[in-house]
């Protein structure tokens, strides 16, 4: 996906959801705040269900490396979906698709 075309996809979901934070996401870009989930993995950890795992776009404009570390702190794996960014279910949707049904599979068996 093009910068051009994720503008285009960010300001159309802005429209339809929520709008985009920019003075938020550009502080938190550039101070490189910590984490805000850091005080909170013990009582995260404990909301999750038995099988969970996280899943990613490895374009996200945010580091993948954010990601990895909370997949490793949580003691979940992490799936990337390549050829998306921020919204992979949006950006790469039977991508997304195959990797659910995997997962489902795998919970409830064959």
Do not use: K, Y
Not at 24 to 35: I, K, Q, V
Not at 44 to 49: G, H, I, K, V
Not at 94 to 104: E, G, K, N, Q, Y
């Amino acid at each position: 996906m093009t910068d051009e075309a994720r503008l285009r996809w960010t300001a159309r979901g802005a429209r339809q959801r929520r709008p985009v934070n920019w003075a938020m996401n550009g502080g938190l870009g550039t101070e490189r705040h910590a984490d805000p989930l850091d005080d909170h993995i013990a009582e995260l950890r404990a909301c999750l269900p038995a099988r969970a795992e996280l899943l990613g776009g490895c374009d996200d404009p945010r580091p993948l490396s954010a990601l990895e570390s909370l997949a490793l702190r949580l003691a979940l794996p992490l799936t990337r979906i390549g050829g998306a960014g921020h919204e992979p279910w949006l950006e790469q949707p039977d991508a997304v698709r195959a990797h659910l049904r995997r997962f489902v599979q795998a919970a409830v068996g064959p």
